[in-house]
């Protein structure tokens, strides 16, 4: 398979800058000595099941990865987004993008409605905020630092197995962003794109 991100897909490099385009090359280079990977169109992974319509405007995903291993026990999607900045008043700050992210999804097995998880912060623990959540892990020891919000509490806990739980503690980074719509699990990093973050974010959907 060829590696040479610039001869598979030139075009897809055109709008960033000599820094991003480096940048760019070096996650996909990583993510190839770990995976197997192609570039495919967005209208050929599940963003668009996912996405709703008041999706935020000022983040649009760029290049899109199909990502698989060799015997295809598992696959899932990497989104390499652009963020735009904001003036005050909410109007973009320049033409060029501002900052690139990296984001993933998913295609569960079931159907598990509507769930949110989050680690929850310091302030959030000393001010003990748990009643706009709908599932309490307080008395949880393996769980009781995430916030949980499902939508149907049955489908919520059947999707916490023990394994997933044991893979949502064990990533490194609390800002973590997880997100489940039904049979597709959203997650990433509101962070800038790095290669630590592009493989953290691959190795956690290759495992959830």
């Known amino acids: 398979m060829e590696l040479d991100f610039r001869k598979l897909h030139p075009s897809k490099l055109f709008d960033f800058s000599k820094k991003e385009e480096s940048l760019i090359l070096e996650v996909y280079e ?25 999706e935020n405007p000022l983040i649009a995903p760029k290049i899109v990865y199909c990502i698989t291993d060799r015997y295809k026990k598992f696959s899932f999607y990497l989104f390499i987004v652009n963020k735009k900045g904001t003036t005050v008043k909410g109007a973009r700050t320049t033409s060029e993008y501002d900052s690139l992210q990296i984001w993933g999804l998913k295609k569960l097995n079931d159907n598990f409605g509507f ?3 989050n680690k929850k912060k310091l302030a959030d623990k000393i001010a003990g905020i748990f009643s706009s959540f709908s599932i309490n892990f307080n008395k ?11 939508s149907d509490q049955y489908k919520t806990m059947s999707f916490l197995t023990l394994d997933r739980k044991k893979t949502i503690k064990a990533f490194p980074d609390d800002e973590f962003q997880l997100t489940i719509k039904n049979n597709l699990l959203s997650f990433g990093l509101p962070k800038d794109l790095s290669v630590n973050n592009a493989l953290m974010t691959a190795n956690f959907l290759k495992e959830i």
């Open 115 to 117: 769930i949110t998880i």
């Open 140 to 150: 949880d020891s393996d769980f009781k630092d995430f916030y949980v919000l499902g």
């Open 30 to 54: 990583k993510l190839f000595e770990n995976y197997d990977l192609s570039v495919i169109r967005i209208e050929q992974s599940p963003y668009n099941e996912f996405k709703t319509d008041d």
